[in-house]
C-alpha cells in the first residue's frame, strides 16, 4: 500500500520509486530459472552443480543490493527489522562455524591435530574443526541458501509476484514429478541418462535418494494444494452463491483449477512409488497444517475450504489405494533399533558429548565421525539422517540451536501470519507447512543437505514469510 501523493509529493516519489522496475523483473526471473535448474543435476548434490548456484545466487544478491543503495534504500520493500531479525538469531551459528576453520592452538583444537602433526614430525596449527575446507564448502552452500532466502523475501513482497512464483513453483515441481513416473515406467535402470547405482525400484526422478525426492515433491505438493486453494477461492469469490456457484465451479472454477488438481496426482503417486516412509509422513503433517490453516482461515470463502479439503483428501486416497502398498508395507515393517540408523545415532551421541559446546567443525560429520566408528555400520557412512544431530555434533549444542531457532522463528511469523491476515492467507500457510515438513523429515533424514531440496524450502519460506504481514505494516504489497 502506497501513501497518496500529499500537498508536497513525496509520496508521489515514494509511490515512483517503489514501482516494479525491469531490473527486479529480471532478478525474479532468475531466481525461477535457478530453482527449475537446480534439481535436474541430482538435486545439484555435486561440487560442481552447487557452486554454480552459489555464484549465481551472490551475482543476484549483489545486482539487487547496488539497485537498492543507488536509491538511498527508498526500493527496499521490506522493513529492516523483518530481514534482520533472523538473520541475528543465525549469526552465532554462522560466525561459530567461521571460527571453527581457524588456526585455533589449546584445548579448543580438535586432538587430531595434534596427533597428524606427531605422525608427520612437525607442529601443526591447531583449529576446531577437523577438516576446515569442508566446514568453508558447508558455510558457502549455507550462505547460498540464506540468499535464496532474502531474495525470495525482497522479490515476493509484490503480491502478483508472489502468485507467479507460487504458480511456477508448482508446475515444476509437478514436471519433474511427471518425468520420474515416465522413466519409474519406461527407464527403471536409468537415472537421467546414467546406469542407477542406487534404490532400483524406487521413484527419484532426477535426485539421487529417494528421500531426497520425497521431500522435494512434498514441497511441490503443497504449493500445487496451494494454487489450487487460490483458484477455486477465486471462482468462489466472483460467484453470487447458491447454483450460480455449482454452475461457476463446473464451467470455469474447475477448469482453472484443473492443472494443480492433475499436478497433485502427479506428485502423490511419485511420492507414494518413491516408497519413502519419512517422505510419506512429513508430507501428511505439511498437508495437514496447511488444510488446517487454510481451514481457518476468515477471510477464505467457505466453499472454496470445503472443496480443497474434499479434493486434497480424495486424491490421496484414491492414489494410496492404487499404488501405495509398497510404502505402506515399508510404514508397517519399520522398527528404528533393528535398523542401521538407530546404531549411527549412537555413534552421534557419543560423539556430541565428547565436544557438546565446541562441536567437530561444520560439514565435517563424514570426517569427524570415523574416529567414533566401532564396527557396528559401515565405515562409510556419511550422514548422521538427523539433522538435528548432524548439526549439533558438528556445530555444538548452542550454535546449533541457533541455526534451528532462525528457521523456527520465521516459520512461527508465517504461522502467525496465517492466522491474523486477512488476505493472501495462502502463502503464511505455504511457509509454515513447508516448515513442518522439512523440520519432521529432518528427524530421519538429510534432506536439507540436498542443494536443491533447501533451496526450494528457502524460497517458500522466503515467499510465506515476505506475506505473513499487510501491507498497511510496512512495505508494499
Not at 175 to 186: D, E, N, P, S
Not at 347 to 358: E, F, K, M, S, Y
Request: hydrophobic fraction near 55%; charged fraction near 15%.
Amino acid at each position: 500500500m502506497v501513501e497518496s501523493a500529499g500537498f508536497g509529493g513525496e509520496g508521489a516519489i515514494r509511490q515512483r520509486a517503489l514501482a516494479p522496475s525491469r531490473l527486479e523483473t529480471f532478478l525474479f526471473w532468475s531466481l525461477i530459472v535457478l530453482l527449475a535448474a537446480m534439481p535436474l543435476p541430482f538435486g545439484s548434490a555435486r561440487p560442481w552443480a552447487w557452486s554454480l548456484a552459489a555464484v549465481i545466487v551472490a551475482l543476484l544478491l549483489l545486482l539487487h543490493a547496488l539497485w537498492t543503495a543507488g536509491s538511498g534504500g527508498a526500493r527496499l520493500r521490506v522493513p529492516a527489522y523483518k530481514a534482520w531479525v533472523p538473520v541475528l538469531i543465525a549469526s552465532p551459528a554462522i560466525v561459530w562455524a567461521v571460527v571453527q576453520t581457524l588456526p585455533l592452538d589449546g584445548p579448543w583444537a580438535s586432538p587430531l591435530w595434534e596427533a597428524a602433526g606427531e605422525v608427520l614430525g612437525t607442529d601443526l596449527p591447531g583449529r576446531i574443526s577437523t577438516y576446515p575446507f569442508a566446514g568453508i564448502t558447508a558455510l558457502m552452500r549455507l550462505t547460498m541458501e540464506i540468499g535464496i532466502f532474502a531474495l525470495a523475501l525482497v522479490l515476493c513482497r509484490s503480491r502478483r509476484r508472489a502468485r507467479v512464483a507460487l504458480a511456477a513453483l508448482a508446475a515444476i515441481a509437478a514436471l519433474y514429478a511427471l518425468y520420474g513416473l515416465i522413466a519409474f515406467v519406461a527407464m527403471p535402470t536409468k537415472l537421467l541418462w546414467f546406469d542407477r547405482w542406487a534404490y532400483l525400484g524406487d521413484l527419484t526422478s532426477s535426485f539421487v535418494n529417494r528421500n531426497s525426492f520425497a521431500t522435494f515433491a512434498g514441497l511441490g505438493l503443497l504449493a500445487c494444494v496451494t494454487v489450487l486453494a487460490q483458484r477455486l477461492d477465486d471462482a468462489v469469490a466472483q460467484s453470487p452463491g447458491g447454483r450460480a456457484l455449482v454452475a461457476d465451479l463446473l464451467s470455469g472454477g474447475l477448469i482453472a483449477a484443473s492443472w494443480p488438481i492433475l499436478g497433485i496426482v502427479v506428485l502423490v503417486g511419485a511420492i507414494l512409488l518413491s516408497h519413502s516412509r519419512g517422505g510419506f509422513l512429513s508430507v501428511g503433517v505439511g498437508l495437514l497444517v496447511l488444510l488446517g490453516l487454510l481451514v481457518m482461515a476468515g477471510r477464505m470463502a467457505r466453499a472454496a475450504k470445503l472443496l480443497v479439503a474434499a479434493l486434497a483428501v480424495a486424491v490421496a486416497v484414491l492414489i494410496v489405494t492404487v499404488s501405495g502398498t509398497a510404502t505402506l508395507e515399508r510404514l508397517g515393517q519399520t522398527v528404528l533399533e533393528q535398523e542401521e540408523r538407530g546404531r549411527v545415532y549412537r555413534i552421534v551421541r557419543t560423539g556430541i558429548a565428547d565436544r557438546p559446546w565446541l562441536g567437530h567443525g561444520y560439514g565435517n560429520f563424514d570426517f569427524a565421525s570415523r574416529a567414533y566408528h566401532d564396527g557396528s555400520v559401515i565405515p562409510n557412512y556419511d550422514k548422521a539422517h538427523d539433522d538435528y544431530l548432524e548439526a549439533a555434533f558438528e556445530l555444538g549444542i548452542p550454535a546449533a540451536a541457533s541455526l534451528v531457532a532462525a528457521v523456527g522463528y520465521v516459520g512461527l511469523c508465517c504461522l502467525v501470519g496465517a492466522r491474523r491476515r486477512r488476505r493472501d492467507v495462502v502463502y503464511p500457510a505455504l511457509g509454515a507447512a513447508a516448515t513442518a515438513l522439512v523440520a519432521c523429515h529432518a528427524v530421519v533424514d538429510f534432506s536439507l543437505q540436498i542443494p536443491a531440496v533447501a533451496a526450494w524450502f528457502a524460497t517458500l519460506l522466503g515467499l510465506g514469510y515476505a506475506q505473513s504481514w499487510s501491507s498497511a505494516r510496512g512495505g508494499t504489497a
